[in-house]
């Protein structure tokens, strides 16, 4: 005695099963890409959280060291006469640069701390993306206009720049200053 052949409707419970495991595998290839998404999230976050450090501690104090120790040591140097009157316009511009991207830094800042803790949905990408375009342009002149125009006016005697190396170690140093003496 011979078992009937399955029909096709004898088979749908076989069939129900290996429509699941169609959603099942749908979802598990899904689920595979998840180690690869979690990386560059990893990695956006260190870069927030490494971004929001290194901006209060070291391009914060960067401004500060230009504007207390650099332009007032090269605006009293400086001949007077268009010399003195094209550092006073430099130091203008780049100090209201300084403000504009200290005004933009603040207003990406929490944004930035919720990104180091893997909270994705309050940053500004667009203002991100123009502080950093900004700040390359503020680089980019200082080095190309006002470096080379101070390196000029303090070198012409050595002991304007000793006197900047001595006063930018000492806004730096945490040590006593009798400790030096």
Known sequence: MT???PT???NAPIQDFSQCHAGIIKRLHLLGELPALLAPAERASQIAAQSVAFFREAIFEHHLDEERELFPVV???AEAGAEHDQVKALV??????HRELETL?????SGLKKVAKARFDELNTDEVQRLVTQYLAHAE?????????SSRILGRNANHMAALGLSLHMRHSHEP???YL
């Open 3 to 5: 078992t009937p052949a």
């Open 8 to 10: 096709a409707e004898g």
């Open 75 to 77: 605006l009293s140097h």
């Open 92 to 97: 203008q511009h780049l100090s209201d640069e």
């Open 105 to 109: 830094w603040k207003r990406i800042e």
């Open 141 to 149: 002149f200082e080095e190309k206009e006002f470096l080379p125009l």
């Open 177 to 179: 200053v009798s400790t």
